[in-house]
């Protein structure tokens, strides 16, 4: 099955400064990647996916990157905003009917002002 | 945008209780949804895979008869907690693919097992 690694674990930055989280994945069947945001006690929030077709995708202070070939996608948050402060989830599924989204572990994300 | 509805949002239940969950498909039909536990300061983790109609498909690990689920309708999963323990308090949260082939999430559930 799936297995997403994701890196690094905490992230501190300062505000303005760019963040950059990657996650590599082992299941060359998989063709959907999503980000979600997770602030405490509440329930992930997609902020952008990108799927195998294309190998970047940008939305405002987000952008995604997806590297097919090597297996690795990375999200890419700049002018960061104490607001950005959060814990951020890779996945990756097939996303066929009946497929589930397998998720890093997380990357704690800190902004300071 | 496409809703997940999850209740309740917080339990407290004693030692031994059984806990039912409800995930809910509010402006879309699921055929399959999705049943992750999330311990604090971790990863969700996937427990099982519901699907209308038919048994759910559990994770390696998952005991069957201990978190029962039930995906009687389109629209409607239901997770059960049989026999309680203190070692099931968790974060259960469900999800449901929606429109454009996005998963939407649920709310979450809050179990705490005294």
């Known amino acids: 099955g799936e297995n997403v690694e994701q890196h690094p674990s905490t992230l501190s930055v300062q505000e303005g400064d760019s963040a950059v989280i990657k996650c590599t994945y082992s299941?060359?069947?998989?063709?959907?990647f999503p980000w979600y945001k997770q602030e405490l006690g509440k329930r992930p929030q997609l902020i952008i996916d990108?799927?195998?077709?294309?190998g970047e995708k940008k939305d405002q202070r987000i952008a995604v990157t997806l590297n097919k070939t090597a297996k690795h996608f990375s999200l890419h948050i700049t002018e960061t905003q104490p607001e950005d402060s959060a814990v951020y989830f890779c996945?990756?599924?097939?996303?066929?009917?009946?497929?589930?989204?397998?998720f890093g572990k997380g990357t704690t994300l800190s902004v300071s002002s | 945008g496409a809703v997940v509805s999850q209740h309740p949002s917080r339990v407290i239940c004693k030692s031994g209780t059984s806990v039912k969950i409800e995930c809910r498909s509010l402006?879309?039909?699921?055929?399959?949804m999705f049943w992750y536990r999330q311990f604090p300061k971790q990863s969700l983790m996937l427990m099982a895979t519901?699907?209308?109609?038919?048994?759910?498909?559990?994770e390696q690990g998952v005991e069957k008869d201990k978190f029962l689920i039930n995906h009687a309708s389109l629209t409607l999963s239901t997770l059960t907690v049989t026999s309680a323990h203190p070692e099931d308090s968790s974060f259960y949260i469900c999800?449901?693919?929606?429109?454009?082939?996005?998963?939407?999430f649920g709310a979450g559930t809050r179990l705490s097992v005294l």
């Open positions: 999800s449901a693919r929606g429109p454009e082939n996005i998963q939407y």
């Open positions: 299941d060359s069947a998989s063709n959907y």
């Open positions: 996945a990756a599924t097939a996303n066929q009917a009946g497929t589930a989204l397998i």
């Open positions: 402006d879309f039909q699921a055929t399959t």
């Open positions: 519901s699907n209308e109609g038919s048994k759910a498909t559990y």
């Open positions: 990108i799927r195998s077709n294309v």
